[in-house]
């Protein structure tokens, strides 16, 4: 095993941009990017094969790294990175995109290539670091440090209205953060008051071990739940994602769609469920039909799109509805549906994101009524796109199938959520699905040849061979066999969902005995009758 594999995999891509920033020449750029990512996802695979499902029966991380307090003895914020069985897919799904968002940019992009890869190199840095944090400072640095690049990203090589795309981006963002700052140092604080003899304390163990009291579970809930919710985005706040999406260059689109917007939902996983599980459980109701109303909106919106990228932007918004509904039906189908179906919504989305890109680099235009019967020209690249499609919209035998089945079966079973009109309404979703992906596949690539254009168009080159044929085998091998995947998971989902409750029985049993002790107070409030029983008991067995 390589000695500090963790924070290898989190900071090289760091080290590679300024290997970048150093270096001399388009080409130079472009290959020092590449290079360095394809090393980080080679590196990411002996997270893969090193960890140990056997042993990952509660959530402490393996392949570790831990140092002392980085700022005071005072304060007990330190460098805390690992990997367990809730963020390990999330790290490799972010490695393997690396490679492929630089690739993507490899045409792309033809102006300021040095900062832009540069920015896309910091990016993946905060993204990993997001997920492998075990110190919740440390998340909180790690979840702003994504802000800056991709900020840039969008507002100096997007499109027509790039800097009000990434402007609406970080105020969204940050407003929700802001917000989740406040609630970070106000609950370090109390808890450290409370397990770890009066030291404030960022440690995601400690926090764990501190059973919030249900007077302030509510409203630090709904402040980390909000900055989480925003980056999912959950309906109604996610109006900035289809306008970050449309706006941003082909590789900002799929790194936002592929990891940044799952920063949302793992952090819904593994903070607000366990820290504050009551409030969790009390509000589930409310958050599953917010993500019911996103699935079918994000769907109805998607299917009146002229423009093939907003389309696939609304349909993130319907397929992390999916996901939520899931985080929030507290069992463990559900949850392992909502964990497998965020990678595989970074498969098939940022293959159809790449799709797209690839259509607009021959084309230059993003509307579909401007295509139509293009398969008859570049059959491979209609191979990729049908693929992409049926995995997304759910077929049976591909990706997005298994997460979205174990998420509805677990929600129909749900005794939190599991109401049947609810769940069927969700389930409308997959079929809604279908309609929009299938109808953007028959408008863009069947029917008949609308221009010399569209008839003289090329197929895949050897690149874009390259960038699409990973996400495909994974889009099969997690449809047809998910168990080695599921596996990996299950431990440490099974494990979460036995804190929450374990911690929901301890939480209320305190709000009773405090309740019990406010209503019924000690024998000096007692009635006279009892006081002149109790006061001889207490005068021959020397009660104090």
Known sequence: MIPNITSIIIFLPLIGALLTMAARGKDAVRWAALVTTLITFGLSLVLWFGFDPAVATNLAPQLADISGPILADSLDI??????????????????????????????????????YYTLLLILQTGVTGVFASYDIILFYIFFELTLIPMYFIIGIWGGENKVYAAVKFVIYTLVGSLLMLVAILYFCYVAGDAVNNGVFTADYYKLLAYNTPLSMQTWLFFLFALAF????????LHTWLPDAHVQAPTGGSVILAG?????????????????FP????????????????????????ARVQPDAKKLVAYSSVSHLGFVVLGIFAFNLEALQGA??????????????????????????????????GIAKSV???????????????????????????????GSFKSTVIGNPLLIALATTGVILAAVYLLWMLYKTFFGPLTSDANREMSDLN???LGLLVPLAAFMI???????????????ATEHLLQVIQEKQAVVLEEARAAQFAQDVPLSLDLPPVTQEIEAPLRETTHTP
């Open 78 to 115: 330190k460098y805390y990175v690992g990997i367990d069985g809730l963020n390990l897919l999330l790290v490799l799904l972010t490695t393997l995109l690396g490679p492929l968002v630089v690739l993507a940019s490899w045409t792309y992009i033809k102006k300021h290539e040095k900062a």
């Open 229 to 236: 919710a925003i980056k999912v985005p959950l309906f109604p």
């Open 259 to 275: 990891v940044l917007l799952k920063m949302g939902t793992f952090g819904l996983v593994k903070f607000c469920l366990p820290f």
């Open 278 to 301: 009551n409030a969790a459980q009390e509000y589930a109701m409310l958050f599953a039909v917010l993500a019911v109303i996103g699935i079918i909106y994000g769907a109805l919106v």
């Open 339 to 372: 964990m497998i179906q965020m990678v595989n919504h970074g498969l098939s989305t940022g293959a159809l994101f790449l799709i797209v890109g690839m259509l607009y680099e021959r084309r230059h235009t993003r509307l579909m009524e401007d295509y139509g």
């Open 379 to 409: 059959p491979v690249l209609t191979f990729f796109m049908v693929l992409s499609v049926l995995a997304s919209a759910g077929l049976p035998g591909l990706n997005g199938f298994v997460g979205e089945f174990m998420i509805l079966l």
């Open 462 to 464: 050897a690149r874009e």
């Open 477 to 491: 091998i997690l449809g047809l066999a998910p168990n080695p995947f599921l596996q990996r998971s299950e431990p």
